[in-house]
């Protein structure tokens, strides 16, 4: 992929199991989407207080809502391989479930650059819950964070990716 | 906006009054820039340490640019709903009022993009003032800062706008 | 004060008027303690979206007070002169007035440390202020931040300072 | 808790609510460590990928804890209501499982200060595994990240806590 | 260059020796390179741990690299006048010369963007040597950081550049 | 070390050659002081432009000082394996020699903390010198940073260090 480079690096400074960014000057840059999702798990109490808006913290989901979103944006600072690019959106979205007591978190990015969108969703998803985590440890310091996983994604020579769902 | 999307969110997680960022994936790259000013209030004991260069913690304005500077490059990390955005130019520049007792700072911020750069040039004004205060604070705590507004916008979709002037 | 020091910095790079940070190895530890403030004055429209709760981009104040809460941590990056320092409390709370249609920022912080947190105060108010203005200058350009002020502090040599009130 | 401070908000402004951190003014500073852990499913082909050293991006497991490290300290800035603190120790580490085609991912982190350190490990180990994700995903879209969960704290006013293990 | 532009900036507040970015809104994205090199120089002591994988801080080259990788990512944070640009890729490679008890370090950086990425590979090269420091500077404080330069860009329009080589 | 802890790692994860911070936890807080040094070699045209303020991006030396100053503050962030610590004093200086046509960037940094500030010292020399680069490269593309190395260093168990000069 580096051959029509003009600056070939010498063979023996050839990368061999190292880390390395994939060089994405040769790809399209398309429109490209990825959600993501994972389910806080709380107890009783954790979930009263989370529902009743008396957490000890104070507003838990607007919080939540920021920084998973703050965190979206500081992805090429958080996981070392991932390519600082233009996000045109996130947003981040949260469903209870009082018979489970959970919270899903789930969150949307969407970019029209040449790389995906994925490591956006799972760490704005990832940061917004373990946020959540935070405001209610005070409560329950056994919330568990469970199920992070990708959704879905689109764009790219891969294409539309979907999660199967049982 | 999001309807031509292939992934729709499932309602009952559509935000309804929640924080979200403005999705800018259908709009145009246009070039846009925007200025910004405010108006730092010194006393007369302020006013003359800086003016005549012997303020406690050395050049003054000098400092003050390169923190508005490297401000308006971090504006997606501060302001928590901005984007991301290619920053072509960013500059600072001061005016100081004898009479007045006062230093005017200017930004001005321009990029190619899909959204506009108000808050760049926002956010580089203010830090640049904070940083004449933190330099001069040793000095006269009382300063003020004042005025901090947006005074040209140009680009995009709602195209150009000017503060009114008395 | 780096008399005691066992390295002397040869005479000829001594600093002259270039920017410098305030040593505080010889300081002493104590509690301190800063309030500063800051208005943002609304048109009548951009006022009653936010009263209202129906600003274009959501829950303004929610999103203000985060914003305003990191960046009152992030003071030591955003503020060339400063120091990391510990900083055991920052809030931020916000006054709105129906006459003026203004919103009041108000920005506490505190340490027990060797330097003190008006810095801390002051650009939380200003952040808190400035996301504000982005979550309405959809509605309202013209939305003009004044009065960044310092209104008290507390701790250190020169102990307590309170804003004159007229 | 403020009572005891000079400079009282006024009574308008406090919070009901609103997101506030914690105000550790008062608190003792004592020996506080956290371990947190969650785990990594893979499938098949990206397990043995990682196992056997050829992953597409290049070394997952050095990668992953760099990246863990990097994100512990930072979590004053990911996670909006923490306290920055002096973090004395943070490691990552990594157990596989081939029978479960799993990596659990183990943070363990330190302080001698005012507040837990339990987000510092929380954070340490999910940023681990989003790292372990980003490095595999070329392979396998469909790997999930679970159980992050805190499993022991010390220190501080509310002392030891340990995980209910089954 | 700024004389198409609809609002001029006030003569007055011109900027003369001052601080200033270039403005790159009128220039054309290419594709542009760079490569940044520069030489570890260890004594006998370090260069066997570093090469036998025991130095005490464990993984040197692997840590470095990481360092140097993400650090490229930030120029934009920690260079002041430098732009921030979707960088299409950056690797960091190592030679070791047992002779000369050396390793070369060498960052290689790419985009497609207004702007060239000569300070993306300087900053890349110089932090992984920083890191490579870190790391064994609990063996010898004496190491040092030499010829850290500029070999070759590409791109824009001053073209192809290669430093000479005695 | 970590034996007085309550928690113990389970053996099995333990670390082989890994990368890991050093445990600070049992250190005592002293005084501790580091100077660092480094050497721009400039030709003729670019030394002429620092010298006489004529550089194409302004004030080389107030920017490069800031440069400094901050990078040495975000040291935590940058080199993988340091600690966050309470910075007491970052200062950068310079010394040019007309002969040499050289600038000697040299970073002093102090903190009362349980770890060393060579890496603060060593990392702002680093970044002054990189911004000094790129604020002359526009003239010359050629200029070559050297002889980064430690000066000086004390506190702490080992105590003081100083660099043999010929």
């Given at each position: 992929?580096?051959s029509?480079?003009q600056?070939?690096?010498?063979?023996?400074?050839d990368?061999?199991?190292?880390?390395?960014?994939?060089d994405?000057s040769?790809?399209?840059?398309?429109?490209?989407?990825?959600?993501?999702?994972?389910?806080?798990?709380?107890?009783?109490?954790?979930?009263?207080?989370?529902?009743?808006?008396?957490?000890?913290?104070?507003?838990?989901?607007?919080?939540?809502?920021?920084?998973g979103?703050?965190?979206?944006?500081?992805?090429?600072?958080l996981?070392?391989?991932?390519?600082?690019?233009?996000?045109?959106?996130?947003?981040?979205?949260?469903?209870?479930?009082?018979?489970?007591?959970?919270?899903?978190v789930?969150?949307?990015?969407?970019?029209?650059?040449?790389?995906?969108?994925?490591?956006e969703?799972?760490?704005?998803?990832?940061?917004?819950?373990?946020?959540?985590?935070?405001?209610?440890?005070g409560?329950?310091?056994g919330?568990?964070?469970s199920?992070?996983q990708?959704?879905?994604?689109?764009?790219?020579?891969?294409?539309?990716?979907?999660?199967n769902?049982?």
């Amino acid at each position: 992929m580096v051959s029509e480079r003009q600056h070939k690096m010498p063979a023996h400074i050839d990368s061999d199991g190292n880390a390395r960014m994939v060089d994405i000057s040769c790809k399209n840059a398309t429109v490209r989407e990825a959600v993501a999702s994972c389910v806080v798990e709380l107890g009783q109490e954790a979930f009263i207080a989370l529902k009743e808006g008396n957490a000890p913290k104070g507003d838990v989901l607007a919080t939540a809502r920021i920084a998973g979103i703050l965190a979206a944006k500081q992805v090429d600072r958080l996981i070392p391989l991932c390519h600082s690019l233009p996000l045109e959106f996130v947003g981040i979205d949260f469903e209870l479930s009082e018979k489970e007591r959970t919270v899903t978190v789930r969150a949307r990015s969407c970019t029209s650059y040449k790389t995906g969108v994925e490591m956006e969703a799972m760490t704005g998803a990832s940061i917004a819950a373990l946020a959540i985590y935070d405001m209610l440890k005070g409560i329950e310091k056994g919330i568990t964070i469970s199920k992070l996983q990708l959704e879905f994604k689109s764009g790219g020579k891969s294409g539309t990716w979907r999660k199967n769902t049982p």
